[in-house]
């Protein structure tokens, strides 16, 4: 603007240096023109820079996507135990390795797998041996809950005491009280077995703990802990906990032939194994058929219990059945070999993704770890109780309840006792040979 002003003076005016008024325009024109052409040169390598970016960024998406798919199907496929179109899961981009602390509805960061069991009377002793399966095969830090009656303390204690270092270091552990609400303490305590009914409580008495995986004290490990804790990576925003159903087939299922309740789904679900994400329980308000509004875990155990209590049998599963009928949104359901019963194999194998993927968690319900009713069962809970820590695994373990198992396929869960078997032997030599000469 200001070299057009100057040309206009030296053209229309007498001004004596007209002429060197319009060698300073010219100059100082070029100049400016300069700057406009560099500005222009700059404005265009950087367009070019953006479009380059762009095709890289879409490259690098594509490849992210095709990546990340990939996953998912293999993870799928691990996780379901089928492929997954054959499955409705929650579409997921994460492995089993990289599912430390994903779902902590609070922010809250673990850094413990916690892992809950409620012992009463005589079955201390199951408990402790569950829990020496999940040491002997689990390499993430876990916290052991458990509840158990006063007189059982020390006992259990002394146990876990006394294991050798090595599996000491994979653990820490609180031995906690029984522990009801005052009022109906004891119609609680009694509901179905003795202290069965304690786990209804735990996410009001573990209020400092995210995430805990609660099993019955007749459940075994045959693999890590820490593949179902990564279930928790899996949940959608909306659920909050994790089980299994309770039979695979609804015309011989106990839910839809006899119950006297309302219940989850076709079939039930079983409570012997439930990962639960407690921040989001104390949290959620659950939908019911006693009040026009939802209620807390806390408002809602004992209305319940009071509505309810002259039709159920199972006591605390019927609870929580009645509870995820009415908000089936909240509840992950994993297939049956993360909790595997009898009822999969005594009248025939009925859990097909057992046969693809083999048992991940045995769950010895109606006694059949102590009786000679299915001896599968008993020879997998004898050939945990009876090892010794720091023997070789595979000769002292592995072996012995192979031998064992052969000696029970006059049965029908014995005729598939491979499929107990099949992950945990690899589990096994995995750990064996990554253990140092002693331990």
């Known amino acids: 603007m200001w070299g057009m002003v100057v040309v206009f003076q030296g053209e229309y005016t007498d001004h004596p240096d007209s002429f060197q008024a319009k060698t300073v325009t010219v100059c100082f024109r070029m100049r400016v023109y300069g ?9 265009a390598l950087l367009s070019l820079l953006f479009l380059f970016s762009r095709r890289d960024v879409q490259s690098y998406s594509a490849g992210v996507k095709e990546v990340t798919e990939s996953q998912a199907r293999s993870v799928s496929k691990n996780f379901s135990g089928a492929k997954p179109k054959q499955r409705h899961i929650t579409t997921v981009s994460r492995r089993f390795g990289d ?15 916690h892992l809950a069991v409620v012992a ?18 689990s ?12 007189q059982l303390h020390t006992s259990i204690k002394a146990t876990l005491d006394s294991w050798p270092v090595f599996i000491r270091v994979k653990f820490s552990y609180v031995v906690h009280p029984i522990s009801f609400p005052h009022e109906n303490h004891e119609e609680w305590s009694q509901l179905f077995k003795p202290c069965a009914s304690q786990r209804l409580f735990i996410p009001l008495i573990l209020k400092e703990v995210d995430s ?33 159903p309770e039979h695979e087939e609804p015309q011989i299922a106990w839910y839809s032939r006899f119950s006297r309740h309302p219940y989850y789904g076709k079939t039930g679900i079983n409570s012997g194994v439930m990962l639960m994400n407690m921040t989001r329980m104390r949290m959620a308000q659950f939908k019911n058929d006693m009040t026009l509004v ?6 809602l155990l004992m209305p319940l219990l009071q509505k309810y209590k002259l039709n159920i049998t199972w006591g605390d599963q019927d609870l929580i059945n009645i509870i995820f009928h009415y908000n089936p949104e909240m509840l ?11 009822d999969h194999c005594i009248y025939g194998s009925n859990c097909s993704p057992a046969e693809e993927e083999g048992v991940v968690m045995l769950h010895g319900n109606r006694g059949v770890f102590h009786s000679g009713k299915q001896p599968a069962f008993k020879a997998v809970y004898e050939a945990f109780k009876q090892y010794k820590f720091g023997e070789d695994l595979v000769k002292s373990f592995l072996l012995p309840l192979e031998d064992a198992l052969n000696g029970t396929t006059h049965t029908y869960c014995g005729k598939v006792s491979n499929l107990f078997t099949s992950g945990l032997g690899k589990t096994v030599r995995r750990i064996q040979r990554m253990t140092p000469p002693g331990g």
């Not at 939802?294 to 408002?299: C, D, F, M, Q, V």
């Open 35 to 43: 700057q406009t052409f560099g500005l222009c040169v700059v404005i």
């Open 99 to 113: 599912v430390e602390h994903l779902v902590n509805s609070a922010g809250q960061q673990e850094a413990f797998m």
């Open 120 to 137: 009463c009377g005589q079955r201390h002793g199951e408990a402790v041996n569950m829990l020496k399966t999940a040491a002997m095969l």
């Open 139 to 150: 390499s993430r830090a876990m916290r052991f809950h458990i509840f158990a009656e006063e």
């Open 212 to 244: 805990l995986l609660y099993v019955d004290t007749d459940v075994l490990f045959l693999q890590p802990v820490e593949l179902i804790w990564g279930m928790l990576a899996h949940f959608n925003s909306n659920q909050l906990v994790a089980v299994a």
């Open 294 to 299: 939802g209620l807390h875990w806390e408002e």
């Open 332 to 342: 992950f359901i994993f297939p049956c070999h993360w909790n595997y019963r009898p």
